[in-house]
């Protein structure tokens, strides 16, 4: 079983930065795709971004320019920094990691975004 704790969330204003963190643990043998969803209220959860066991990426285009993924192997980490964050962003946003052949959740963080 793999564990994932999410970190950094928080209240920002619009313009602002902040940093996600999520770390994998327990019985890993190996880890694939890493990534980041998030859901807004009273809408879907949507992709954010995504970064291979190779460090190739991708990003929604509404973060695009804006919002970096990367990972370090060694610890198992997939990290999220996010510049320049507007209103729109305000989300619980959720880590998701495939490790060992199944598919893993966090339990969400929330950013809130203030004008």
């Known amino acids: 079983q793999v564990q994932l704790v999410e970190s950094g969330g928080g209240l920002v204003q619009a313009g602002g930065s902040l940093r996600l963190s999520c770390a994998a643990s327990g019985t890993i043998f190996s880890i694939g795709f890493m990534g980041w969803y998030r859901r807004a209220p009273g809408k879907q959860r949507e992709l954010v971004a995504t970064?291979?066991?190779?460090?190739?990426?991708n990003y929604a285009d509404s973060v695009k320019g804006r919002f970096t993924i990367s990972r370090d192997n060694a610890k198992n980490t997939v990290y999220l920094e996010m510049n320049s964050l507007k209103v729109e962003d305000t989300a619980v946003y959720y880590c998701?990691?495939?490790?060992?052949?199944?598919?893993?959740w966090g339990q969400g963080t929330q950013v809130t975004v203030s004008s």
């Open positions: 998701n990691v495939w490790s060992n052949g199944r598919n893993y």
């Open positions: 970064i291979t066991s190779g460090g190739s990426t």
